[in-house]
C-alpha cells in the first residue's frame, strides 16, 4: 500500500513539475509550397525573380527579361513582354545589378543578336497567362518559337527541358556576354553531349569567376560555334538531332573553383535522374524547409504572403562550396573545408535586423556555418564581409554588421566556431581607419567634412560596438567591454537637444538649414525621420535624452502622421511611407515596436498590423520596397508571428500583434514554440491578455529562451486598446547603465565663417557637463558666457562631468574680407549647400567626396555668381573650382565665362574656358580653372557656368531623362 500511495505522489510531482504544456502538432491543410507565390515582388520595386532555386542554394535558374537599370537587378520585371533566357545565377531583391552567368537559350533561328536593340535577335515574347513558378520549379511558353520551358535544380546544379514543337530546328544559343561586363569566357565541345568553359565578368563584384559543364540528353549535330574547340565570339548555337521530337534536358552544374568541379557538382548531385525526380527532390526539400514553422488561418492571402516570405528569407545567402568542400575565397585562392559549408551574398546591413536573428531560431547549424563563414573571409581577405559577393567585397552599404550577427548567434548559445577568432575579429572590424572610422574613434562621432553619411554611420557604428560590448561582457575581457559599451554611447554626439534629431554635425556646428524631410548625405538611402530613432542598443537612453517617454511617444506619433512626401535628392529606395516610416527601406523596420517601450503596446500593435495588411500584398507588386535578400520577408515572419528582434544581442522579442490563430515554430532540438490568438479577426487586433506557459504575461515581451525551450505564447484578443502591457515595469528595456559618456559640446550659435566678428555659443546635451575652451595654443578654460571672435581663430573645446572628459574637437573659424559679397543669381539645392550664402568666398575648399559638405550643387542651371570686391581693385587671377563625378551625375560644366564690371551692369568679357563635359570620366575629379585678368581695376567679377543638361546616352541616367548636376566651391580672387 505504501508503495503504491509512493507512486501516485511521485506521478503527481512529475505532473506538477512540468509547466510547460503537452506537445502539440502543427497543422497542414495542404502542402506548404503550394501557398508560396514566386512572383511576388517581381513587380514594382521587389526585385525579386521567380526562377527555380534551393534552400541557400548555389544555383538560380531563372528567366531574364532584363538586362540593366534598376529594377532589372534580378534580372527579371513583370512588367517585361520578353525573355531574353534562362541564367543560373541571380540576387534576390537587392538594390544593385549583377549575376545573370551562362545565358541559355532555345530557339528555332541561328541568330545571335539578343534582340534589345530592336533589330532580329534569339529573344522571345511571353505571357503571364502560360507561365507558372513553384519553389524549385519554373515553366513558361516562348511564344513566335512555341517552345516550353521548364526549370528545376539541385543545390550546384540544374535542368532545363525544353519542349520543341517539331523535331526540326532545335537549336539552343549560349550567349556569355549577357548582363554584366565579361572579362573572359570560353566554349569548349568536349563531345557530342558534353560542354564546359568559364565566364569571368565584372560589375558590383569586380572579379567574379563562375564554371560550368553542360551534358545535353541529345547529339549535337549541327555546331555553330566560331570553331570547334573555342568560341572566341563568346557565344554559340548548337542544333540537335532528335528525330522523335523528344523534349530535350540541358543538365549544368556550376562551380567557383574550376570545370572539373562544375562537373563533379552536377555528377554528384543530378547523374542520371530525370527532370522529374530532380523537381520532386527540390520541392519536398522546400516543403520540409517551410515546415519550420507552421501557420494556420483561413485567410489565404495571409498564409500566401507568410510562406512566400519565409520562403524569400531562404533563397539567401548562397552556398558557394563544390561537393567536394573546395571553395574559392576572399582572397581569390582556393580553399577546402570538410567542417562547414561556405557562404556568400550577405547583404547584412539588411539582415542582421530580422533575418539573422530568424535564422538563430529556425537554422542554428546553418548559423554556425554562415559565423565559420565570415571568420574564413576574415582570415583570407583581411576583414569581416560588409556586403560580400562572389569571393569579393562590394563595399557597398555602411556599418560592419557581421559583429551583431555574430554576437547574438553567441549570446544565444550559437558557439559551433573559433570564439576567439571570431572575437578578434569582430574588433578588427572596429579599429579600422576607413568609412569614417578614425574620425569616429578619435572624436565619438563622424563629421560632416570627414565622411559621407556621418549621422547613419555614428550611428550604425554605436549599435555595432554595443553588441561587442555584449560579447566581451560574457567573456569576461572587462577592458574591451568598456571601451565598446562607451562607444556604444556615440549615438549621443549627434542628437540635437533643440530639434530632438539625429543631426549632422559640420565644422562642430549643425547641419543647416535643416529639414527633417531632406535626405541627404548626412543619412544613409534615408532623412532625419527616419534615422533619428535608431538607437535599439539604448532606447532608455535616447528616452532620457528626449525628455522622458511622452516625448518619445509624441516623436513616434509625429513620425506615422507626418506628410509623405521628402524633399532634398531622390532616393528610389524610400518607399512604404506611412508618414515618415519607410517601410520599404531598413532604417525605419523596428520603429513601430518602440511604443512598447514608452508603455503603450496597443500604437505598437496598431501600426504593425497596418503594415502586415497594407504594405504586403499576394501580387508581383506585393513587396513595398526592394526585398533585400531575406529582410523584408524577415520583418512579416516575424510581426505576423506575433514578435520581433527589435535589439539582436539582446535575446529579447517585442510583442506586437499576430495574424494567425495558431503558429507552431518546430525547432532543431525536437522542441515546438507556439503562438495561439483567440478571438481573432481584422478587427481584434489588439491583445487584451497575455500567457507564457499558462503564466500570467504583463511584459510586452519574451525572450529566446523562451522560444528555444518551447511552449506556448497565448494571446487573447480584443477590438479596443487595453491596458495589456501598460504598468511601469511590463516595458522592454535596452538600457547602458556602466561606463556612462559626456557627450562633446558643440557649437549652437556662430558663423565659422564671418566677416567682422561672430558671437559663439557653446551648447551639450548634457546639461550637467561643463564646457571648457582654449584659443589657438592657449590654455583652456571653462565656458560661462558667448564667445566673441574677430579674428582666424583655432577654437577647441571639452566637456566634463563626474571625473569623466569628452573627447576634444577643434573648429578653425575663417574670416571673410569684410568689404567683400557675393550675390547668386541662381538658386542652390540645399543638401549641397557648402556652408551657406557665402560658401563660395569662405576660403574653405572641398575635398574629391561631393557628399561632405562643402561643395555647392546645382541640377540643370548655370550658375551665376557675382562677387563685389567693395572697391575697385587691381586683380591678377581669378579661380575657380568645380568637382565632377559622373556616376552621381555631377559633370564639370560645358563652358566656365568670366566678366569684370565696376558698376554692376555694364561687364566686360575677360575670358571663356570650354569643356568637353559630356566625355567619359572614372572616379572623383577637381578641375581649378584660372582667368588671367588684364591691368584694369574692377570692383565687380561675374562667373558663369554653363550646364551640360540632360545627361548623356552613354550614362545610366540618360534612360530616365537625368539632368546633370553643377558642383561648385571656391571663387579665389588673387591681387
Not at 534589345?116 to 511564344?143: I, N, T
Not at 509625429?558 to 512626401?565: E, G, N, V
Amino acid at each position: 500500500m505504501k508503495s503504491y500511495l509512493y507512486l501516485i505522489i511521485v506521478f503527481f510531482l512529475a505532473i506538477s513539475c512540468n509547466n510547460k504544456p503537452k506537445t502539440e502538432s502543427a497543422k497542414k491543410d495542404k502542402s506548404l509550397i503550394s501557398y508560396v507565390n514566386p512572383f511576388i515582388g517581381t513587380g514594382g520595386h521587389g526585385h525579386t525573380y521567380p526562377g527555380a532555386t534551393m534552400p541557400f542554394g548555389m544555383m538560380q535558374l531563372s528567366p531574364d527579361t532584363r538586362l540593366d537599370g534598376w529594377d532589372g537587378c534580378s534580372g527579371y520585371h513583370y512588367s517585361d513582354k520578353y525573355i531574353y533566357g534562362f541564367s543560373h545565377t541571380h540576387l534576390s531583391g537587392t538594390g544593385v545589378s549583377d549575376y545573370g552567368d551562362i545565358l541559355l537559350m532555345p530557339t528555332n533561328k541561328v541568330l545571335f543578336n539578343n534582340g534589345s536593340d530592336g533589330k532580329k535577335g534569339y529573344r522571345a515574347k511571353f505571357s503571364h497567362k502560360r507561365e507558372s513558378a513553384e519553389p524549385g520549379y519554373y515553366k513558361v511558353h516562348l511564344d513566335g518559337t512555341e517552345i516550353d520551358v521548364e526549370l528545376t535544380v539541385s543545390q550546384r546544379s540544374g535542368v532545363h527541358k525544353y519542349t520543341f514543337p517539331t523535331a526540326q530546328d532545335q537549336i539552343i544559343i549560349i550567349d556569355l556576354l549577357h548582363r554584366d561586363e565579361l572579362l573572359s569566357g570560353s566554349i569548349k565541345r568536349l563531345s557530342d553531349t558534353e560542354l564546359s568553359g568559364h565566364r569571368h565578368s565584372k560589375a558590383w563584384a569586380k572579379n567574379q569567376k563562375l564554371y560550368y559543364y553542360i551534358k545535353f540528353s541529345h547529339p549535337i549535330t549541327v555546331d555553330l560555334g566560331s570553331s570547334k574547340s573555342q568560341y572566341k565570339n563568346k557565344k554559340a548555337a548548337f542544333q540537335f538531332n532528335n528525330p522523335k521530337n523528344e523534349p530535350v534536358y540541358v543538365k549544368i552544374g556550376i562551380s567557383a573553383v574550376d570545370e572539373e568541379g562544375a562537373r563533379k557538382n552536377l555528377e554528384t548531385e543530378i547523374g542520371e535522374k530525370t527532370f522529374d525526380q530532380v523537381k520532386e527532390k527540390a520541392q519536398s526539400t522546400w516543403e520540409k524547409q517551410l515546415e519550420k514553422i507552421v501557420v494556420e488561418s483561413s485567410n489565404i492571402d495571409y498564409k500566401t504572403n507568410f510562406y512566400t516570405a519565409l520562403y524569400h528569407t531562404m533563397i539567401a545567402p548562397n552556398l558557394y562550396q563544390d561537393v567536394d568542400g573546395r571553395y574559392r575565397g576572399m582572397d581569390l585562392k582556393i580553399h577546402e573545408t570538410k567542417n562547414f559549408e561556405y557562404y556568400t551574398v550577405f547583404s547584412l546591413w539588411d539582415t542582421y535586423r530580422a533575418a539573422h536573428p530568424l535564422y538563430t531560431i529556425i537554422e542554428q547549424k546553418r548559423t554556425n556555418d554562415f559565423i565559420n563563414t565570415f571568420v574564413a573571409k576574415y582570415e583570407e581577405g583581411g576583414i569581416l564581409p560588409i556586403w560580400d559577393l562572389s569571393g569579393n567585397y562590394t563595399g557597398c552599404m555602411i556599418g560592419y554588421h557581421a559583429v551583431p550577427v555574430i554576437a547574438d548567434a553567441y549570446l544565444k548559445g550559437i558557439k559551433d566556431y573559433d570564439v576567439d577568432k571570431a572575437f578578434e575579429a569582430m574588433k578588427h572590424s572596429a579599429t579600422r581607419d576607413h568609412l569614417g572610422l578614425k574620425s569616429y574613434k578619435k572624436f565619438g562621432y563622424i563629421p560632416v567634412e570627414e565622411e559621407s553619411e556621418s549621422v547613419s554611420k555614428t550611428l550604425e557604428y554605436a549599435y555595432d560596438d554595443w553588441t561587442i560590448a555584449q560579447m566581451a561582457k560574457e567573456l569576461n575581457e572587462d577592458d574591451d567591454y568598456e571601451t565598446y559599451i562607451k562607444r556604444a554611447q556615440n549615438y549621443k554626439n549627434v542628437y540635437d537637444p533643440e530639434t530632438k534629431f539625429m543631426r549632422g554635425r559640420f565644422r562642430n556646428t549643425w547641419f543647416s538649414p535643416f529639414d527633417p524631410y531632406e535626405v541627404n548625405f548626412n543619412y544613409t538611402e534615408a532623412n532625419a525621420w527616419q534615422y533619428s530613432n535608431y538607437v535599439p542598443q539604448d532606447v532608455s537612453g535616447l528616452i532620457k535624452l528626449m525628455g522622458g517617454k511622452d516625448s518619445l511617444e509624441i516623436q513616434l506619433d509625429t513620425l506615422f502622421t507626418a506628410k509623405t512626401k521628402t524633399s532634398g535628392r531622390d532616393q528610389a529606395d524610400i518607399t512604404g511611407l506611412i508618414g515618415q516610416y519607410a517601410h520599404g527601406n531598413e532604417p525605419s523596420h523596428h520603429m513601430a515596436y518602440l511604443y512598447n517601450f514608452v508603455n503603450k503596446p496597443y500604437k505598437t500593435q496598431e501600426k504593425v498590423h497596418q503594415i502586415l495588411t497594407q504594405l504586403y500584398k499576394n501580387d508581383p507588386d506585393g513587396i513595398s520596397g526592394n526585398e533585400d535578400c531575406g529582410q523584408m520577408s524577415a520583418w512579416y515572419v516575424f510581426s505576423s508571428m506575433g514578435f520581433y528582434p527589435v535589439t539582436p544581442g539582446s535575446n529579447q522579442y517585442i510583442i506586437g500583434t499576430p495574424l494567425f490563430d495558431k503558429t507552431t515554430i518546430n525547432l532543431e532540438n525536437g522542441e515546438k514554440f507556439h503562438i495561439k490568438a483567440y478571438d481573432l479577426n481584422p478587427e481584434n487586433k489588439y491583445i487584451k491578455r497575455a500567457k507564457l506557459n499558462g503564466r500570467t504575461l504583463n511584459e510586452t515581451y519574451i525572450s529566446h529562451k523562451d522560444i528555444i525551450e518551447g511552449g506556448t505564447l497565448e494571446l487573447f484578443m480584443t477590438n479596443e486598446p487595453s491596458d495589456w502591457g501598460t504598468a511601469e515595469g511590463d516595458e522592454p528595456k535596452t538600457e547602458i547603465e556602466d561606463y556612462n559618456i559626456v557627450p562633446i559640446p558643440f557649437i549652437a550659435k556662430g558663423d565659422v565663417a564671418f566677416k567682422n566678428e561672430t558671437e559663439v555659443v557653446l551648447e551639450n546635451t548634457d546639461k550637467d557637463a561643463t564646457i571648457f575652451y582654449a584659443y589657438n595654443n592657449s590654455e583652456f578654460i571653462k565656458y560661462e558666457a558667448p564667445i566673441k571672435i574677430s579674428e582666424p581663430t583655432l577654437l577647441k573645446v571639452y566637456a566634463e562631468k563626474d571625473n569623466e572628459k569628452s573627447a576634444t574637437v577643434s573648429t578653425s573659424f575663417y574670416k571673410i574680407d569684410p568689404n567683400m559679397s557675393l550675390k547668386l543669381k541662381t538658386t542652390y539645392a540645399n543638401q549641397y549647400n557648402g556652408g551657406g550664402e557665402n560658401a563660395l568666398i569662405d576660403g574653405i575648399k572641398g575635398t574629391k567626396d561631393f557628399r561632405t559638405g562643402s561643395w555647392q550643387g546645382y541640377q540643370d542651371k548655370d550658375v551665376v555668381a557675382i562677387v563685389n570686391l567693395g572697391e575697385e581693385k587691381t586683380i591678377n587671377i581669378i579661380s575657380v573650382n568645380f568637382l565632377e563625378d559622373q556616376r552621381s551625375w555631377i559633370f564639370y560644366p560645358t563652358v566656365v565665362e568670366c566678366y569684370a564690371s565696376n558698376d554692376n551692369n555694364n561687364y566686360k568679357f575677360i575670358g571663356n574656358y570650354n569643356i568637353d563635359a559630356s566625355k567619359y570620366s572614372d572616379g572623383s575629379t577637381i578641375k581649378t580653372i584660372d582667368f588671367k585678368m588684364p591691368s584694369n581695376s574692377y570692383q565687380y567679377i561675374k562667373i558663369v557656368a554653363r550646364k551640360l543638361g540632360k545627361l548623356p546616352k552613354w550614362h545610366l541616367g540618360y534612360k530616365h531623362d537625368g539632368r546633370s548636376w553643377i558642383f561648385i566651391d571656391e571663387i579665389s580672387i588673387k591681387q
